[in-house]
């Protein structure tokens, strides 16, 4: 099974700062790694496909980067409606994995 | 649009069957793969299993001995059987499409199922 392993696991950021999310791979999974963003009492939304892909109707201050082991999220800007958690997910194999998740908090 | 709607009881007792419905509007469940997801409360998300290519399982280890995906095309729908419950099973269960074998980019709202007497 491949662990993936976020971090920080809470940050607490002020608006218009700059948010870095990593995730790293317990074996290299080359793109196939994923991000969603879930606010609260809301199912997950794909915010980012195969690392570094976009995806249509999300604000571009969302950006991935990263292949093989690591990966990050950044989050340029931050604004309000990003307070949420955060997971990084993994389709390289089965059984696919979810990084354990990362709450970004406004302060 | 496609919509996710997962349905099925809220309370479940203790070493019963967890039995769950979802329902895909607007396009064929074929040439998808769907995934389900389930999240304890304050959790994180844990993968349970995915059915794709018109019934080919694949079910995480840990819960595999318990769980059966199956899809009913003429109805557009997933169903979700996780047997022998416990405590530890009660969480929100969510539904998702995705792009085989890849990323999920449709899911249901999600529905909160408890394991309690």
């Known amino acids: 099974e491949i662990v993936l392993t976020q971090s920080p696991d809470f940050q607490s950021v002020t608006p218009k700062e700059k948010v870095t999310i990593t995730c790293r791979a317990s074996?290299?999974?080359?793109?196939?790694l994923h991000w969603y963003q879930q606010k609260p009492d809301q199912s997950p939304k794909l915010l980012i496909k195969?690392?570094?892909q976009s995806i249509s109707g999300v604000p571009s201050r969302f950006s991935g980067s990263g292949s093989g082991t690591d990966f990050t999220l950044t989050i340029n800007s931050l604004e309000a409606e990003d307070a949420a958690a955060y997971y990084c997910?993994?389709?390289?194999?089965?059984?696919?994995?979810f990084g354990g998740g990362t709450k970004v908090e406004i302060k | 649009q496609v919509q996710v709607q997962e349905s099925g009881p809220g309370l479940v007792k203790p070493s019963e069957t967890l039995s769950l419905t979802c329902t895909v509007s607007?396009?064929?469940?074929?040439?998808?793969?769907w995934s389900w997801i389930r999240q304890p409360p304050g959790k994180g998300l844990e993968w349970v299993g995915c059915?794709?290519?018109?019934?080919?399982?694949n079910y995480n280890p840990s819960l595999k001995s318990r769980v059966t995906i199956l899809a009913d095309t003429s109805r557009n729908q997933i169903s979700l059987k996780l047997s022998s419950v416990t405590a530890a099973d009660t969480a929100v269960y969510y539904c998702?499409?995705?792009?085989?074998?890849?990323?999920?980019?449709?899911w249901g709202q999600g529905t909160l199922v408890t394991v309690s007497s």
């Open positions: 998702a499409r995705g792009i085989p074998v890849a990323y999920l980019d449709y």
């Open positions: 607007s396009g064929s469940i074929s040439s998808y793969y």
């Open positions: 059915i794709y290519d018109s019934g080919r399982t």
């Open positions: 074996q290299s999974i080359g793109s196939s």
């Open positions: 195969y690392a570094s």
């Open positions: 997910h993994q389709s390289s194999s089965f059984p696919l994995t």
